[in-house]
């Protein structure tokens, strides 16, 4: 009896993960291949047959929960339909040749965990409201065409543990809200446009591991807070406008292993680091 128990809840779940999905679900597949020329992807779908055999698709009790497509030859933009991926957890289309703006539609993806869109063509502004996804835990969007300023309402996702903004053309400040992002460990923002002094309240950030600021333009004397982060691993501050010296800035970090500055930053005695100018 109990053997049989057994076969009927192995094929229950079976059952369960390959159902057929939600028509609503199905439609925002089809879209998204219709408006990436999913006829030249490099792992192209058979749209007549099930959803479950589709290439980088998982699907959990019905619902698609991840879609990975990342390095297939995806060309064109994201449709707003993307939104009636209701139950996505993980959408990774990095390495591709998706352009134009993010659709508002992403904003619908309540569950999304992971959001890598790194090394595409997209352009415009990040989300205003992409505090909205409440379950972020990785953002990588480097190597693509954003502009504007980084919202200040990415302060807003309690679960954000990396941040990868890298290599696009994003300007203005450092938002102060940062520093309410308690389970960050990877800030990365090097080759943008960005400018300001570094805020003194980077050192609530006590989980953080890296910290990469290169290729920008901030200025002024790094906060005497930077000590603070004792698990910093890598910091990467070269290329910017930041004065005075922090040749022992490295011995107030017991676990920095990477650790790059500007080589007149680098000799002679430490001056005593200033809070936020």
Known sequence: MKFLQTILLCVLSMTLGFAAVPESQKSALIELYNATEGSEWHHSWDLNTPVAEWYGVTIEGGEVVALNLNFNNLKGKLPEAI???????????????????LPKGLLQLQQLEVLQLFSNQICGTLPDHIDQLQ?????????????GEIPASIGNLPQLETLLLSSNQLSGPLPKSM????????????????????????GKLAKLEELVLSNNAFYGRLPSSLAELSNLKTLMLSNNGFKGNYA?????????????LDQANLKGSLATLDIED
């Not at 520093?179 to 943008?192: H, Y």
């Not at 022992?248 to 790059?260: G, R």
């Open 83 to 101: 939104g009636q991926l209701q139950s996505l957890r993980s959408l990774n289309l990095a390495f591709n040749q998706i352009s134009g703006e």
């Open 135 to 147: 379950n972020l835990k990785i953002i990588e969007l480097y190597n693509n065409n954003f502009t």
């Open 179 to 202: 520093a309410q992002l308690q389970e960050l460990k990877v800030l990365s923002v090097f080759d943008n446009q960005l400018f300001g002094t570094l805020p003194s309240s980077i």
């Open 248 to 260: 022992a800035l490295k011995a107030q970090l017991p676990n920095i292993e990477n650790f790059d």
